[in-house]
């Protein structure tokens, strides 16, 4: 059980190293555009479905 538990973390710790690209991103500024692009997708896909939904519930009540 310690071993499992152990070995599930172990990915978590390895990941102490620093990223050059993030780095350069905030640097530069850019990690911002692609926050802002990642964003604009989800609130998209998030309308999208709220819609899709209200227009199957619609649907449904029709029948």
Known sequence: MMLA??????????QDKKTEMAD???ENGRIYVVVAVV????????LYVVRLDKKISRL???N
Not at 5 to 14: D, K, Q, R, S
Not at 39 to 46: A, Q, R, S
């Open 60 to 62: 449904e009540k029709e």
């Open 5 to 14: 538990t152990v070995l599930t973390f172990l990915p978590i710790f390895a």
């Open 24 to 26: 350069l991103m905030r």
């Open 39 to 46: 964003l604009t997708i989800l609130i998209g896909l998030i």
